[in-house]
C-alpha cells in the first residue's frame, strides 16, 4: 500500500488524498487564525537541499512577517495546527513541504529548487488544495549553475518580487 501515497498514483486519486487528510484532521482544533506566513526551516536536512543563501532569504522573509518553523521540533498535532493557520509557505524542497495539503484551500506556496533536482512532488497536494503555487528554481546566471550541487541558492530579488506581488494580491 505504501506506493498509493506516491504522489503520481494519488493525482490519478484524488478521493485518496482527501480521505488522508480529513483523518488526520480530526482531531485537531480549528484554526485560531488563517494569516500565517511560514518558512519552513530545514534546519537539520543534513546538507540535502539546504539554502546557501539562508541568511538573506530569512531577513527578506522575515520583512514580510513570515515565521520560521521547524516542522522536526514539534509533535504531529502542533505541525498540522501551525500547518491549518497558514496562508503563505515558503521552503526548499522536501517532504516538509507535502504538508501544503493541510494549508487552508487557496493559499500560496512558494517551493525553492536546486536546478539539478526539481522533483514536482508536490503539485498534486497544491492543485487538491486549489493553492497558487510558485516553483522557485534557484541557481545563478554564472557558468556552472550547479555549482551548489542539490543545495538551493534562491535569487532574493525575484522572491522578493514574488511576495510583493502575493503579498499586495491578498491585501486586496
Do not use: W
Not at 537539520?44 to 512577517?65: C, G, M, P, W, Y
Not at 498534486?124 to 516553483?135: A, E, G, I, L, M
Not at 522557485?136 to 538551493?152: F, R, S, Y
Amino acid at each position: 500500500m505504501p506506493e498509493v501515497f506516491h504522489g503520481a498514483a494519488l493525482a490519478a486519486r484524488p478521493e485518496l488524498i482527501g480521505a488522508y487528510t480529513e483523518a488526520l484532521l480530526q482531531d485537531v482544533p480549528t484554526p485560531e487564525r488563517s494569516d500565517r506566513r511560514i518558512f519552513l526551516d530545514r534546519k537539520h536536512a543534513a546538507n540535502q537541499r539546504t539554502l546557501v543563501n539562508k541568511d538573506e532569504i530569512i531577513a527578506l522573509l522575515k520583512s514580510f512577517d513570515f515565521e520560521c518553523f521547524q516542522a522536526e521540533n514539534h509533535d504531529l498535532r502542533t505541525q498540522l495546527q501551525v500547518y491549518r493557520e497558514t496562508k503563505l509557505l515558503f521552503g526548499a524542497h522536501g517532504a516538509g513541504m507535502l504538508n501544503s495539503l493541510f494549508l487552508q484551500e487557496r493559499s500560496t506556496v512558494i517551493e525553492a529548487f536546486s536546478p539539478i533536482y526539481v522533483n514536482m512532488s508536490t503539485l498534486p497536494f497544491v492543485n487538491y488544495r486549489k493553492h497558487t503555487y510558485y516553483p522557485l528554481v534557484g541557481g545563478e546566471c554564472a557558468a556552472d549553475p550547479t555549482q551548489h550541487g542539490d543545495a538551493v541558492k534562491v535569487n532574493t530579488p525575484f522572491l522578493k518580487t514574488i511576495l510583493n506581488n502575493v503579498t499586495t494580491d491578498a491585501e486586496k
